[in-house]
């Protein structure tokens, strides 16, 4: 697999990207000044010419992971895949519950029934908007250093319905697994009136999760069951197969939270890009012929046309809170970008010390000391031993902030 270093000409216009060495000499030569560490990219200090071959990015949109890859005729440029976020439902959640609770201490608070958000149409819940907005965020950051000349985004319809019983017709539809049943008694029924755990009857039972809410299980009836107090207890937050009880977590089937994304979500991703589509089943079919491995990066090369290209170093990219949400407008309407911090340095952040790179672990004792992960290479990191700086900590400097999309390569 190749590295590019990728390369902005003096107006931060994106060029095609040139090789590690080449990248080393005009640095060294003065021509050039490093722009960004991870994914390494350049900017010349010269006016150059802007010859560019065609460029194609392909995306394979996801609720969990999104894969990118832009390839030329010749090489693939970038690959990698995006891991979004999956705790703004649980954030808000208790964003409300502390709202309810500083409700509950005031003697009185005026009526404000206006104060509300009304759902207009083209409303998304916000999980599902912070989904499409990283998805936008993803491809904007991947045209800032390569020349994009082409977007095609996977795109799927998804009936989740036929996905359970692929038989369904008609009126079918409006005939659901619990149909005639509550959900109690639906469940009762379904294991026998026993616990499914320790198997004891004629005891209360309740309601429980396989798959706990809070590890991501949904309150579909295929991921609840029925168990005794006893047992509901000592689960707590395991799944049924941490539990000891892999039969039954074999029992839960896939989660289909997906498929309303991907329906809600491909339109809006694809008329606001104004880009390419393709579908699923064409890319399953291509990957299998070129004999690659199921991944999200693999499916993003074969979307974007890839076939026996020389393959580039794959990326990781995660989203880290930026902890800098503003509210309030300023003087002139905007809302000012704010990075509150209690620290200068900060988790993930990409800091210097005696010459050397490295990544930020944590900061402790009130900002007075701090560890550190090695990076031995810029362009293709590995990890060392966590070291602590306390004394020259003041050596410590900062890079490059962590917050945001957050890059790094995959270590096989």
Same mark, same amino acid.
């Given at each position: 697999m190749s590295v590019s270093v990728y390369v902005l000409n003096m107006r931060e216009n994106p060029l095609m990207p040139t090789t590690p060495q080449k990248a080393r000499k005009l640095i060294k030569n003065e021509k050039?000044?490093?722009?960004q560490r991870i994914p390494f990219v350049i900017q010349l200090k010269y006016a150059t010419g802007e010859t560019k071959e065609p460029v194609t990015l392909g995306i394979d949109s996801g609720y969990q992971f999104v894969g990118f890859s832009a390839v030329t005729e010749k090489k693939e440029l970038i690959s990698g895949e995006l891991k979004l976020r999956k705790d703004i439902s649980k954030n808000l959640t208790q964003k409300r519950q502390y709202r309810r609770t500083r409700r509950n201490r005031l003697w009185y608070r005026k009526p404000r029934f206006n104060n509300r958000t009304s759902k207009k149409k083209g409303w998304f819940a916000p999980s599902i908007k912070h989904k499409l907005v990283s998805h936008k965020r993803l491809i904007e950051k991947i045209k800032q250093i390569l020349p994009i000349?082409?977007?095609?985004?996977?795109?799927?319809?998804?009936?989740?319905?036929?996905? +359970?019983?692929?038989?369904?017709?008609?009126?079918?539809?409006?005939? *659901?697994?619990?149909?005639?049943?509550e959900v109690r008694e639906y469940l009762l029924e379904k294991w026998k009136r026993k616990c499914a755990y320790c198997k004891k009857q004629g005891i209360k039972l309740e309601i429980e999760h396989i798959i706990p809410k809070s590890r991501g299980g949904s309150n579909r009836v295929d991921n609840l069951t029925i168990s005794c107090r006893k047992c509901n207890l000592e689960k707590g937050n395991k799944t049924a197969e941490e539990f000891g009880k892999p039969k039954i977590q074999k029992q839960a089937k896939q989660s289909l939270k997906a498929a309303p994304f991907m329906n809600v979500v491909r339109t809006?991703?694809?008329?606001?890009?104004?880009?390419?589509?393709?579908? *699923?089943?064409? @890319?399953?079919h291509d990957r299998i012929k070129l004999k690659l491995e199921k991944t999200h990066y693999n499916d993003a090369f074969v979307i974007a046309s890839g076939k026996k290209q020389n393959r580039s170093k794959v990326l990781q990219? +995660?989203?880290?809170?930026?902890?800098?949400?503003?509210?309030? @407008?300023?003087?002139? *309407?905007? +809302?000012?970008?704010?990075?509150?911090?209690?620290?200068?340095?900060?988790?993930?952040d990409l800091v210097?010390?005696?010459?050397?790179l490295?990544?930020?672990?944590?900061?402790?004792?009130?900002? +007075?000391?701090?560890?550190?992960?090695?990076?031995?290479?810029?362009?293709?990191?590995?990890?060392g031993k966590i070291i602590t700086i306390n004394k020259a900590i003041k050596k410590v400097e900062?890079?490059?902030h962590g917050k945001g999309l957050n890059f790094s390569y995959l270590i096989n």
């Open positions: 050039a000044k490093v722009k000349t082409k977007v095609i985004v996977e795109i799927a319809t998804f009936d989740a319905h036929k996905m +359970k019983k692929p038989e369904v017709t008609g009126v079918e539809y409006q005939q *659901g697994e619990l149909q005639g049943y809006h991703l694809v008329t606001d890009l104004s880009c390419d589509t393709t579908f *699923g089943y064409v @890319t399953k990219v +995660k989203q880290i809170r930026r902890n800098n949400r503003s509210i309030q @407008t300023n003087r002139k *309407g905007y +809302k000012p970008s704010i990075r509150r911090q209690r620290y200068k340095l900060q988790p993930h210097g010390f005696e010459g050397e490295f990544s930020m672990k944590g900061v402790f004792n009130y900002g +007075k000391w701090v560890r550190l992960t090695p990076i031995k290479n810029p362009i293709d990191p590995k990890t900062i890079v490059k």
